[in-house]
């Protein structure tokens, strides 16, 4: 709010509401990802491999996608998803099995030590999340929750995936 009234004095056009709601959420979205980076180092996985094996939950069992595809949903070039494959594979985290129909292709999977790394700090995330929204009654939850979902219609991207919202 300090800041808000010294924009507010410095910029007399903008609009103290808009930017404290911005601020805000920044605020926020900075002190979710830092939880999640303790919950990470809790269960010592780095963010690249838990949004892979999530990924990988993601498609449904058994669990399995090729290389190129997971590279492509993640938005990663050939030689960075190899080299996270390749880490992971070390790690224990996920295995690499001949495509059944493809002779050159491969598909990852998790091992069972990723799907229960992938479990735990999914868990446990989840609690101290829920431990930092039960400052909100039941109603201001799902009040929030319906503003933040029509708040993310304002950008094109989430215009066509409507429907995901819902």
Same mark, same amino acid.
Request: net charge negative; aromatic share 6%; proline share 5%.
């Given at each position: 709010?300090?800041?808000?009234?010294?924009?507010?004095?410095?910029?007399?056009?903008?609009?103290?509401?808009?930017?404290?709601?911005?601020?805000?959420?920044?605020?926020?979205?900075?002190?979710?990802?830092?939880? !999640?980076?303790?919950?990470?180092?809790?269960?010592?996985?780095?963010?690249?491999?838990?949004?892979?094996?999530?990924?990988?939950?993601?498609?449904?069992?058994?669990?399995?996608?090729?290389?190129?595809?997971?590279?492509?949903?993640?938005?990663?070039?050939?030689?960075? !998803?190899?080299?996270?494959?390749?880490? !992971?594979?070390?790690?224990?985290?996920?295995?690499?099995?001949?495509?059944?129909?493809?002779?050159?292709?491969?598909?990852?999977?998790?091992?069972?030590?990723?799907?229960?790394?992938?479990?735990?700090?999914?868990?446990?995330?989840?609690?101290?999340?829920?431990?930092?929204?039960?400052?909100?009654?039941?109603?201001?939850?799902?009040?929030?929750? &319906?503003?933040?979902?029509?708040?993310?219609?304002?950008?094109? &991207?989430?215009?066509?995936?409507?429907?995901?919202?819902?």
């Amino acid at each position: 709010d300090e800041s808000l009234e010294v924009w507010a004095r410095e910029i007399p056009d903008l609009d103290p509401l808009t930017e404290g709601i911005i601020e805000r959420l920044q605020i926020l979205a900075w002190n979710f990802n830092q939880s !999640m980076d303790e919950t990470l180092a809790e269960f010592d996985i780095d963010r690249r491999s838990f949004l892979l094996l999530g990924k990988l939950r993601k498609y449904g069992p058994p669990y399995q996608a090729s290389a190129g595809k997971l590279a492509a949903d993640l938005r990663l070039s050939s030689g960075a !998803m190899t080299n996270r494959l390749d880490r !992971m594979e070390a790690a224990g985290l996920i295995r690499r099995l001949p495509d059944p129909n493809g002779r050159r292709g491969t598909l990852v999977e998790p091992t069972q030590k990723g799907n229960d790394a992938w479990d735990q700090t999914v868990g446990a995330q989840a609690r101290r999340e829920s431990s930092l929204i039960d400052v909100l009654s039941q109603a201001e939850k799902e009040r929030l929750h &319906d503003l933040l979902r029509h708040l993310m219609l304002a950008f094109p &991207d989430w215009r066509q995936k409507k429907h995901l919202l819902h």
